[in-house]
């Protein structure tokens, strides 16, 4: 096995997803470059326990992806919500933190 | 010896008490008790100086008395005191300011009755009195400047006291702005000379002891400063211009400025470092030149006066001249003796002209005035003896200082400032008994109801005319068969005069005559019917605008100095330090706005810093481990 591959493969699905996260606007698409962070994070879990010949990686790769599958419906019900509130999917919409008032 | 204290003090304790009962109830009539507390004040204070002079008088010459109230800067070696300090030199001074003052006083009470600052006055003029005790008592020039600042602030206060006219409070500042010019020579010359003295004396007996230590240079420099705050306290060429201006004031302040206190200071001053001027005799002369056309240019301006009080003012002008003469010409026994007589005549001369305008109704035209020897005739002899004392007729008072200091003019070799101060005799005598021709002796035009006086303006009138007459006594010189007592007690260090008895009587007599011809004179063309003179010759006309001295300062100073202001105020503030502040606060808001633009609320760009952040702090550490 040559682990640099598999760290290769993490960083890539790493950098997709946070350029995913920065630069789309679909709420759906930025919650799907999360969880392509997530996925990452997972496969690296995993290649460094396979490294370690340990098995405490592996385990807590198990408990994650049931995390993930929890925080998926969290995710999905608050996506709804949202697009109750303002009817857009568009996450430039939703900036009631934006304290620029643009006056000079 | 506690008591120097009190002298000083109680007169400062009674003007605040004055001013808090005045400030309570400014509109009730209490005349009586102002007048009770501030004449009581400092008729306390001339009981104690007499006192103190008495034990003076009775011991040895290089007595001093001291009184330490408290330490006032205590840093290091430097230390200052408000100490004082009683000499001969002082006990002189105290002696005509505190008994003088308090006629003066006395006065006051009945001229200024009714009216309504009453109380206010009083305050003032005990503060008057107060610093210019605290200036002659002083054991420091530090202490003594402090009384040099306060007898200015108090004569701004009183000479624009009727402050309802606009160019009362202008005389006021004129005469405070001129001090300040003064002052500000006077300090910088005592920095020079605490500075140059490195620590090794801060007292006058200190400075005294290590006058050696300062090289010549420094010490003419020292010399010509500390002369440039006499020219403004005492109204020399060219700081003079603010003294006639004071004659706004009441009659009173006249009278306390110009013969007990502020105008005398400068000469005080000059004598009281003669140890200083001794070692440098250059600056003497020079001392001697400015006050010789002082005197002339005085007596000039005031020979062709119509005002009483400004003919007074220029006269004041004019005597404080001859004792410049006599200080710097090194004969400071003469100078301070002719600052003892002229503050009896000049203190005289104003109150009974104070009387006179009283009576009239507050008519200060002398040519307005006339024939009124038979109706105000306690107020005639008084005023004729301090005549006859200030023209330097024999035996009043004048002559006996005057002569000292022309004496001493002739004898230094300065011929030019000798015929400068016997010219000034003359016109003295001349333009004196004008005076006193024209408001007493010549008919009157009109027939006027004179406004009775008080007895408390007519008793120091009388008290003041024996001592004009007699106070010259103490100074009789041995050419003329006395010993000079007055020399002999003030014991300063006066420069020995080399000059036969002949000589002495021969300008004596050159004195009287002078003075005599120009008495013959003034009656000549005054005593009889006389009428207001045109001014019709060119020569005339700019007399009685006194040269066009204060046009000539407002063309020279005052002019460019506003041009100045204005230039800086519109261009150099206006223009450009506002655009630069501008400017930067312009550049504030601008990154502001740059910065807050960051935080515009879409998490997406919250990602996209956390990204920037975490790259940067990933790539730094890649190379600073040496991932690369």
């Known amino acids: 096995?040559?682990?640099?591959?598999?760290?290769?493969?993490?960083?890539?699905?790493?950098?997709?997803?946070?350029?995913?996260?920065?630069?789309?606007?679909?709420?759906?698409?930025?919650?799907?470059?999360?969880?392509?962070?997530?996925?990452?994070?997972?496969?690296?879990?995993?290649?460094?326990?396979?490294?370690?010949?340990?098995?405490?990686?592996?385990?807590?790769?198990?408990?994650?992806?049931?995390?993930?599958?929890?925080?998926?419906?969290?995710?999905?019900?608050?996506?709804?919500?949202?697009?109750?509130?303002?009817?857009?999917?568009?996450?430039?919409?939703?900036?009631?933190?934006?304290q620029n008032k643009g006056d000079l | 010896m506690i008591l120097l204290s009190f002298i000083v003090l109680i007169p400062f304790i009674s003007a605040l008490v004055l001013g808090v009962i005045y400030l309570y109830d400014p509109t009730k009539p209490r005349e009586k008790l102002y007048a009770t507390i501030g004449v009581t004040a400092p008729a306390i204070s001339a009981t104690i100086a007499l006192v103190i002079e008495a034990k003076l008088l009775s011991m040895d010459a290089s007595t001093v008395f001291y009184y330490k109230l408290f330490d006032w800067i205590e840093i290091g070696d430097f230390h200052i005191n408000i100490a004082f300090m009683a000499d001969r030199l002082s006990a002189v001074m105290l002696f005509f300011i505190t008994v003088i003052g308090t006629l003066i006083h006395l006065y006051a009470s009945g001229y200024m009755k009714g009216d309504s600052g009453y109380g206010k006055f009083f305050s003032y003029f005990n503060l008057f009195m107060g610093s210019m005790l605290l200036l002659v008592l002083a054991d420091n020039p530090i202490v003594m400047f402090i009384g040099w600042e306060l007898v200015g602030l108090s004569s701004y206060l009183l000479i624009s006291f009727y402050h309802q006219k606009h160019a009362n409070v202008t005389a006021g500042n004129k005469a405070f702005i001129l001090n300040r010019i003064g002052d500000f020579g006077f300090i910088i010359g005592l920095v020079v000379l605490f500075i140059s003295l490195e620590g090794y004396g801060y007292t006058f007996a200190e400075i005294e002891a290590n006058i050696t230590l300062i090289d010549p240079t420094t010490l003419t420099l020292i010399a010509v400063l500390l002369f440039v705050g006499a020219m403004g306290k005492s109204a020399q060429i060219p700081l003079f211009v603010w003294l006639p201006d004071a004659m706004a004031g009441p009659t009173p302040v006249s009278a306390l400025i110009h013969a007990a206190t502020m105008v005398t200071a400068g000469v005080y001053m000059v004598a009281r470092f003669s140890f200083l001027y001794n070692n440098t005799p250059d600056i003497g002369e020079f001392i001697a030149l400015i006050g010789a056309s002082t005197a002339l240019l005085g007596a000039i301006i005031a020979s062709f006066q119509n005002d009483i009080k400004k003919i007074l003012a220029y006269s004041t002008m004019s005597q404080l001249g001859y004792m410049f003469i006599a200080v710097g010409l090194g004969a400071y026994s003469s100078g301070i003796f002719h600052v003892f007589t002229h503050a009896f005549f000049k203190a005289l001369l104003f109150m009974g002209a104070g009387a006179i305008i009283i009576a009239l109704h507050h008519e200060q035209n002398i040519f307005k005035m006339g024939g009124l020897k038979e109706k105000l005739k306690w107020v005639y002899i008084p005023m004729l003896i301090a005549t006859l004392a200030i023209s330097g007729i024999p035996p009043f008072a004048g002559f006996f200082s005057k002569d000292a200091i022309l004496i001493t003019a002739f004898s230094s070799g300065h011929h030019s400032i000798w015929v400068m101060g016997t010219i000034t005799a003359f016109l003295t005598a001349y333009y004196m008994f004008r005076l006193l021709f024209v408001v007493f002796l010549a008919p009157s035009k009109k027939a006027q109801k004179l406004e009775p006086l008080p007895n408390s303006m007519i008793v120091p009138l009388l008290i003041l005319a024996v001592g004009s007459a007699t106070a010259g006594l103490l100074g009789v010189p041995e050419a003329l068969g006395g010993s000079n007592l007055f020399a002999s007690f003030v014991a300063l260090p006066d420069k020995p005069l080399h000059i036969p008895h002949s000589t002495e009587?021969?300008?004596?007599?050159?004195?009287?005559?002078?003075?005599?011809?120009?008495?013959?004179?003034?009656?000549?063309?005054?005593?009889?019917?006389?009428?207001?003179?045109?001014?019709?010759?060119?020569w005339r006309f700019v007399v009685v605008n006194k040269f066009y001295i204060d046009e000539l300062y407002t063309l020279l100073i005052v002019k460019p100095l506003l041009i100045l202001s204005r230039l800086l105020l519109y261009l150099i503030d206006g223009k450009i330090i506002d655009n630069i502040i501008n400017l930067i606060i312009y550049s504030y808001r601008r990154v502001g706005v740059s910065v807050a633009s960051l935080q515009n609320g879409k998490v997406r760009y919250y990602a996209f810093y956390i990204l920037i952040g975490v790259s940067f702090i990933s790539t730094s550490m890649l190379i600073l481990l040496g991932g690369f």
Do not use: C, W
Not at chain 1, 2 to 28: D, Y
Not at chain 1, 48 to 72: K, T, Y
Not at chain 2, 515 to 537: D, Q, W
């Open chain 1, 1 to 98: 096995m040559i682990p640099e591959q598999f760290f290769i493969v993490a960083t890539l699905l790493f950098s997709i997803g946070l350029v995913g996260v920065v630069s789309r606007r679909n709420i759906f698409v930025v919650y799907l470059s999360i969880e392509l962070m997530l996925s990452s994070v997972n496969l690296l879990l995993v290649t460094f326990s396979r490294i370690d010949q340990s098995m405490n990686g592996s385990v807590m790769a198990l408990l994650l992806i049931a995390v993930i599958a929890a925080e998926a419906s969290l995710f999905l019900a608050m996506i709804i919500q949202l697009y109750r509130s303002k009817r857009s999917l568009d996450s430039d919409h939703f900036n009631l933190l934006n």
């Open chain 2, 505 to 538: 009587y021969l300008l004596s007599a050159l004195n009287i005559t002078l003075a005599l011809l120009g008495v013959a004179l003034a009656y000549k063309l005054f005593a009889r019917a006389v009428h207001e003179p045109l001014n019709n010759s060119a």
